[in-house]
């Protein structure tokens, strides 16, 4: 199968962002035809690729070729789906899958469609962890060559359609110090006993916690 699975908990529009996700990684490792998909129920029985899926999948390849085209990378080295974890942080703690990653000689490109309705923009830490775990996943000598890292979300319900961002050494930095402190918080709290005190913010993500009941956070927000 392709794509990331589907959970059993999960809803339509999760259901819906799997499969359009699933689509583009077939395309992008096959170089199949997206229009050829359309209808298919070989992605996910239950439901078949819409044309809405197609369309996703068609501005997220030509955007991709564009760029590799402006920034002189070849096709050939568009990776979809890289399941890594950086090799610098113990215990597998730091690792992701991408949805897509061009590498050229001198510039790292990571891309990220987003299904959704609501807009992200390529500066998100997601999209720069990934990157991240890119850079650290390269053999050293490849690495050292980087000079320009482009981070881009494609989101065709949205508007921007197409998000695009290059973060500086400094911005890089600042993300993987702030991912190395929390891995060490971790290592140091092994049973997380304890919350990391200034890493508390209530939102959206805190529906995924499993330690939600009596956070100070959410308890502050709420008040």
């Given at each position: ?9 999960a ?73 890594m ?14 949805d897509c ?98 890493a ?24």
């Amino acid at each position: 199968l392709y794509g990331p699975p589907v959970k059993d908990e999960a809803g339509p529009a999760a259901i819906e962002g799997t499969t359009c996700h699933a689509v583009l990684e077939f395309c992008l490792a096959f170089g199949e035809n997206p229009r050829n998909l359309l209808g298919s129920t070989e992605f996910n029985a239950d439901f078949p690729v819409t044309i809405e899926m197609v369309e996703a999948v068609e501005l997220f390849i030509d955007t991709m070729k564009s760029v590799c085209a402006e920034l002189g990378i070849p096709l050939d080295r568009i990776r979809s789906e890289q399941k890594m974890l950086h090799p610098q942080i113990p215990d597998g703690m730091f690792g992701g899958t991408t949805d897509c990653q061009a590498v050229g000689d001198t510039v790292l490109v990571t891309a990220d469609l987003k299904f959704g309705r609501r807009p992200v923009f390529a500066d998100s830490l997601q999209l720069t962890a990934y990157s991240l775990l890119a850079l650290g996943n390269l053999p050293t000598e490849q690495s050292s060559k980087i000079t320009r890292v482009v981070q881009i979300i494609i989101q065709p319900r949205c508007s921007p359609q197409i998000s695009r961002h290059e973060p500086g050494s400094e911005e890089l930095a600042e993300a993987w110090n702030s991912i190395c402190k929390v891995a060490q918080f971790i290592l140091d709290h092994p049973n997380m006993s304890e919350p990391q005190p200034d890493a508390l913010v209530a939102g959206e993500w805190c529906k995924y916690c499993k330690r939600r009941e009596g956070c100070v956070a959410r308890e502050a927000l709420v008040a």
